[in-house]
Structure formats: C-alpha cells, structure tokens
T-cell receptor
Framework: KQEVTQIPAALSVPEGENLVLNCSFTDSAIYNLQWFRQDPGKGLTSLLL?????REQTSGRLNASLDKSSGRSTLYIAASQPGDSATYLC??????????FGTGTRLLVSP | ETGVTQSPTHLIKTRGQQVTLRCSSQ?????VSWYQQALGQGPQFIFQYYREEENGRGNFPPRFSGLQFPNYSSELNVNALELDDSALYLC????????????????FGPGTRLTVL
C-alpha cells in the first residue's frame, strides 16, 4: 500500500529565505508526482508535475526534484514571500490519476 | 475554457441524513475523481468515473456512491451520514485517452464543505 509522508508538518520562516519541503513515498511504482498548494478552506492548485522519467521541474521560484529509486521528492522555494503562506501537498499518481496524498506542510512566511 | 466547479459551497446535515454533492468538469475532460479531506489531513481518494463508469474505488463503504453523466459532470452521494463524514469534498477532472494509464494534469474544484451534526 502506497504511503506518502511529508516533513516538516509546519514551517515558519522570515520573508526572503530559501526553503525546502520534503516528501517521501513507500512504493516507487508511480506514474508521476505532483506538488499542490492549498489555501485555508480552499481547493488545490497544481504547482508542478514531475513524470516518473523526469528528475526535476521548475516554475518561477519553485523547483521540484524526484528521486524515484529512493522514494523522495523535494520542493525548493526561492526567496520566499508572505504570499507563499499556504499548505503544500505532494501526491503520487499510482495509475489512472488516482492520487495518494501526504498530510501536507503548513508554511508561514512572515514579513 | 471553464474550470471545475462544485456545488454547494457549504452544507450542514444531521446524522443519518443523505447528501448529494455536484461537480462540473472542466470543458473537454472525461474523467472525474472524488476526494475526501478531513481537517488537517491530505485528501483521500474516494472513487473515479471515466466515461460514465466507475473506474476504481478507495477504502470507502458502499454508502458512498456516485454518478457521471453524458456531459461528464458528476455527483457524489452519501447515505446514512455519520459525524466522521464531516470534511471538505473535492472533485478533480482530467482528460484520459482510451486505454491509457497516463492522463493530463488533474484540475481540482474549490470543494464542498460538509458538516454533519
């Protein structure tokens, strides 16, 4: 059974810091891995999707890496801003878009 | 291109009642997945519909059921509501080609917040 773990559960940083969020999964048989952002009480916004054959994806200040063999992914956020404050979720696609999610990292960026 | 929409936004029910949640897929998408997100947890997969047929189910009891219509919109029905059913219910749509396990990115709706008293 696929399990996804995210560390840390919560993170508080001052504006401008670079930070790394971690995601690990137990079964390397995945089609892709996605990072999502969720604002309080809201739906999910897809940030980055890494196919199983890829090592990383970049979008603006965000960079996500994938090491399928070790079951790990990281989300790197450069020069953090207060608007980045949200919960970040990673999810692995076990096939046919059936996603298994982690419990998320709650990020607070203070001015 | 319209996004994924869900209705209602919020809903309050009492234990034992039945509820229907609705989801309109993004234009051109043929696959809808439903997820339950309890407070402080990640979303959990309930089931998926592809071309009007159930295509996979998570660890949820039969009182959770669904439908997908010819226009690819979808409903989630929950019978005999329990207090633990209180959660944010999310639907996501995507386009899957025939027979393929891969698909485009899923797009999530804003969710329906269900409170069971």
């Amino acid at each position: 059974k696929q399990e996804v773990t995210q560390i840390p559960a919560a993170l508080s940083v001052p504006e401008g810091e670079n930070l790394v969020l971690n995601c690990s999964f137990t079964d390397s048989a995945i089609y892709n891995l996605q990072w999502f952002r969720q604002d309080p009480g809201k739906g999910l916004t897809s940030l980055l999707l890494i196919q199983s054959s890829q090592r990383e994806q970049t979008s603006g200040r965000l960079n996500a890496s994938l090491d399928k063999s070790s079951g790990r992914s990281t989300l790197y956020i450069a020069a953090s801003q207060p608007g980045d404050s949200a919960t970040y979720l990673c999810a692995v696609d076990t096939g046919f878009q059936k996603l298994v999610f982690g419990t998320g990292t709650r990020l607070l960026v203070s001015p | 291109e319209t996004g994924v929409t869900q209705s209602p936004t919020h809903l309050i029910k009492t234990r034992g009642q039945q509820v229907t949640l609705r989801c309109s897929s993004q234009s051109g998408h043929n696959t809808v997945s439903w997820y339950q997100q309890a407070l402080g947890q990640g979303p959990q997969f309930i089931f998926q519909y592809y071309r009007e047929e159930e295509n996979g189910r998570g660890n949820f009891p039969p009182r959770f059921s669904g439908l997908q219509f010819p226009n690819y919109s979808s409903e989630l029905n929950v019978n005999a509501l329990e207090l633990d059913d209180s959660a944010l219910y999310l639907c996501a749509s995507s386009l899957r080609t025939s027979g393929g396990a891969r698909a485009d990115t899923q797009y999530f709706g804003p969710g329906t917040r269900l409170t069971v008293l």
